[in-house]
């Protein structure tokens, strides 16, 4: 008689607990990303109804038509703000481009800040009254959230938990705002290509539509489903490189919707937290030994390396 063997699944760690059991959060959570290099997140102090009024001034904007849409397309500017259109990026060694449009919140830095010189100026639509106010409430609950997850990812690591705190303040951390519309079927384009995500962590709201497959170590693709106003939150290539891949980046995709759901809409709200442009990625001496070696004995800049990888999802 053959037996079933089921498929591990990302596991759902509180972030409530990080507050009455920091040490415990920080085993249940590092160890997710250890392994799954995911994790699905409840509790996250994120409120309902800021994700709720960010949400719908993003749909707003995707209903607008597209010329109207594409005034808002800056072109030189890696993507980095404002709205990018169907048809551009394109996952790193792919060939066809994602079916997906999005926009991008950046920080909003004072006048005469040095950062400004490497991190562009938002663009807002003045088609969607109060937008910005929606986005930038979302933006900052997520970095908020984001700073909390990083203190448990020290914890995990033997690291003092304050450690990132310096390394992602005044981060180019972007909020995006995403719309995957109806799909046709056929041909070779999905929603999102596999790939690995090029920030610190990625904190997402809207994966609960399914879709959102991880590539296990196995070779599997697993589902990542979180429930409603849950977040999967995931590792991204800044950390995999400081932490010499004991925290892997690992690849994901989007999928098509099943035939029953592909005249339904998806929107997502991906907020990639990144280091602050300045900041020199190391490998962590923690993180080497003999039988780990250096793999990156180079070090580099969070905005060289950035630059470095739009290059290759074609954004630059």
């Keep these: 008689m053959s037996s079933i063997i089921e498929k591990p699944a990302v596991p759902t760690v509180s972030l409530a607990?990080?507050?009455d059991d920091p040490e415990g959060f920080a085993q249940a959570f590092g160890g997710s990303f250890q392994r799954?290099?995911?994790?699905?997140v409840s509790d996250h102090g994120v409120?309902?109804?800021?994700?709720?009024?960010?949400?719908?001034?993003?749909?707003?904007?995707?209903?607008?038509?597209?010329?109207?849409?594409?005034?808002?397309?800056?072109?030189?500017?890696?993507?980095?703000?404002?709205?990018?259109?169907?048809?551009?990026?394109?996952?790193?060694?792919?060939?066809?481009f994602d079916l997906k449009e999005f926009w991008h919140i950046g920080r909003e830095l004072p006048a005469g800040d040095p950062l400004r010189e490497v991190m562009p100026d938002n663009v807002w639509p003045s088609e969607v009254e109060e937008f910005r106010q929606a986005e930038l409430a979302l933006y900052e609950a997520l970095e908020?959230?984001?700073?909390?997850?990083?203190?448990?990812?020290?914890?995990?690591?033997?690291?003092d938990p304050e450690?990132?705190?310096?390394?992602?303040?005044?981060?180019?951390?972007?909020?995006?705002?995403?719309?995957?519309p109806p799909t046709e079927g056929g041909g070779p384009n999905i929603r999102a290509g596999a790939h690995e995500d090029i920030n610190t962590i990625t904190l997402l709201l809207g994966a609960e539509e399914a879709g959102l497959q991880l590539l296990d170590r196995d070779g599997n693709w697993l589902p990542v489903q979180p429930r409603e106003g849950?977040?999967?939150?995931?590792?991204?290539?800044m950390l995999q490189r400081l932490t010499n891949n004991v925290l892997r980046s690992t690849t994901h995709r989007v999928i098509?919707?099943?035939?029953?759901?592909?005249?339904?809409?998806?929107?997502?709200?991906?907020?990639?937290?990144?280091?602050?442009?300045?900041?020199?990625?190391?490998?962590?001496?923690?993180?080497?030994?003999?039988?780990?070696?250096?793999?990156?004995?180079?070090?580099?800049?969070?905005?060289?390396?950035?630059?470095?990888?739009?290059?290759?999802?074609?954004l630059i």
């Design 47 to 96: 409120p309902s109804e800021v994700i709720a009024r960010a949400e719908a001034k993003a749909k707003e904007f995707f209903a607008l038509p597209d010329n109207v849409k594409k005034a808002y397309h800056l072109a030189g500017s890696g993507g980095q703000r404002g709205y990018i259109p169907f048809g551009i990026e394109t996952a790193k060694g792919a060939k066809a």
């Design 144 to 159: 908020t959230a984001g700073l909390r997850l990083l203190r448990g990812i020290a914890r995990y690591l033997k690291l």
């Design 17 to 19: 607990q990080e507050l």
């Design 256 to 314: 098509n919707p099943a035939p029953e759901r592909a005249s339904i809409a998806r929107y997502s709200m991906p907020f990639f937290l990144h280091f602050r442009p300045d900041y020199v990625i190391r490998t962590l001496p923690q993180c080497i030994g003999p039988d780990r070696p250096n793999l990156y004995p180079e070090p580099i800049t969070a905005h060289d390396y950035l630059y470095q990888r739009l290059r290759e999802i074609k």
């Design 230 to 237: 849950e977040l999967a939150v995931n590792v991204g290539d």
């Design 163 to 180: 450690f990132f705190d310096a390394t992602v303040e005044n981060g180019n951390s972007v909020l995006r705002l995403l719309h995957y």
């Design 36 to 40: 799954f290099g995911f994790a699905i």
